[in-house]
């Protein structure tokens, strides 16, 4: 019913501005409201190729420090789908894909690996082959981390989920692989585990790999879908998105580019910078993708409108996760963001004080059907888990049942 009214509310307000409208649009009007809207698509599309493709010249750390195709060439498809890597099923040719299917390719022999670095099938990975079959340089985008596939081909191999948190991509174990890092180092880039990466650990200058903070205190990558709208989007509100795409593309991807924070002591120019005029239409890809639905038949559709009761009354979830984003972030005073101290929300509160802000933002919440592990450090390993501590932080005293019913309402956002 609510469908239906909302629908008709729409079609009543579209008739009504229909008639009522006293200045008819001019034909040069319309021609310029249409080329604006051609700019727009072309920017998001040479932002989705900037999001799949684009290294922003990271070969530098890459391939020049860390010698990861040395490593790589090494590597068997079966190895580098267990570690997280994805394969995009689009990229590869027909014959090929029969191949696969038929069991005809040896998912053991490294070859077929650096064969699908030269189709650019292997997801957020670009490598360089040359004729000799060689791979002589590596790189990474934007896509390692915040893409996935939809299995629809085999475990790891199907069609691109952009904006999915690649919730088994392994970046520790795989970065560990490189020859040019000390024991120290690997070990702890091991103990993150998948789903893991710690953006405060070092950064690259362009030349050198340089400590920021120790020890490593790895968090769970994000989906990046549905943030259109939300403001300072990650986890301690540092900045807009493309404040954060600048900090990852130059200081953690390696990109050839400048970035500059006082605020956390960071200061990288290198010239040419190849990820500054790329920020722009890298957004517009990014505020486009949309929230994912939960699966057909995984939410109990009458627990979930208890849930939503719940999560508006007896829970007090509203208070801080406001609707239309479930955030209060934008609530902050002169353009700043709304933050909370560690202790306020009972979470972790180390990783907070090597940001910008010292503080979190509450998280928006969106598909969290897809993408456990919750909380920025992976703490709560359900959502049930995450209603428990709520629970215990603010003394809710929820029932069992409302506990239930408010997972299966978080469920289905």
């Known amino acids: 019913m609510r469908l239906i ?66 490593v790589v060439s090494t590597v068997d498809p079966a190895t580098a789908l267990a570690v997280g890597l994805k394969v995009d099923v689009d990229a590869l040719p027909p014959a090929i894909v029969d191949a696969l299917r038929a069991g005809t390719v040896d998912l053991k022999n490294p070859a077929v690996t650096i064969e699908l670095l030269r189709l650019n099938a292997v997801v957020g990975v670009k490598g360089s082959v040359n004729q000799a079959g060689q791979l002589t340089r590596v790189g990474i985008t934007c896509a390692l981390c915040h893409s996935s596939v939809d299995n629809s081909f085999a475990p790891g191999i199907g069609k691109r989920l952009d904006g999915w948190a690649n919730t088994d991509l392994n970046v520790g174990a795989i970065v560990a692989l490189s020859p040019a890092l000390d024991e120290a180092t690997k070990a702890e880039f091991r103990s993150w585990g998948p789903g893991k990466y710690d953006p405060r650990h070092h950064a690259f200058d362009g030349t050198n790999i340089i400590p920021l903070h120790s020890p490593s205190l790895p968090i769970v990558i994000p989906p990046i879908y549905g943030l259109k709208g939300v403001g300072f989007e990650t986890y301690t509100a540092d900045g807009p998105i493309s404040y954060w795409n600048s900090y990852v593309g130059v200081g953690q991807m390696g990109g050839h580019g400048s970035f500059y924070d006082p605020r956390i002591g960071l ?26 639905a939960p699966p057909a038949g995984s939410v109990n559709e009458a627990a979930a409108e208890r849930g939503k009761r719940v999560f508006r009354n007896e829970g007090g979830c509203v208070t801080c996760h406001k609707a239309p984003n479930f955030t209060d972030v934008l609530d902050g005073a002169g353009g ?78």
């Open 5 to 70: 009214s909302a629908a008709a509310g729409v079609f009543v307000l579209t008739i009504g501005v229909a008639v009522s409208g006293l200045v008819p649009v001019t034909r040069a009007e319309a021609h310029a409201d249409g080329v604006q809207q051609d700019r727009g698509g072309a920017e998001a599309r040479a932002g989705q190729a900037i999001f799949r493709f684009d290294t922003f010249g990271d070969e530098q750390l890459w391939t020049n420090v860390l010698r990861m195709h040395d």
């Open 267 to 292: 200061a990288i120019t290198q010239s040419p910078d190849l990820v500054t005029p790329k920020l722009a239409a890298l957004l517009k890809y990014q505020l486009s993708l949309r929230t994912p």
């Open 336 to 413: 700043s963001p709304l933050l909370h101290v560690a202790a306020e929300v009972g979470t972790e509160p180390v990783y907070a004080t090597r940001s910008a802000t010292r503080a979190y933002r509450t998280t928006p919440l969106r598909a969290l059907w897809q993408h456990a592990p919750y909380f920025h450090d992976g703490s709560a390993r359900d959502l049930r888990a995450v209603v428990d501590h709520y629970d215990q932080q603010f003394g809710l005293k929820l029932t069992e049942a409302q506990k239930s019913d408010l997972v299966e309402y978080l469920k289905s956002l």
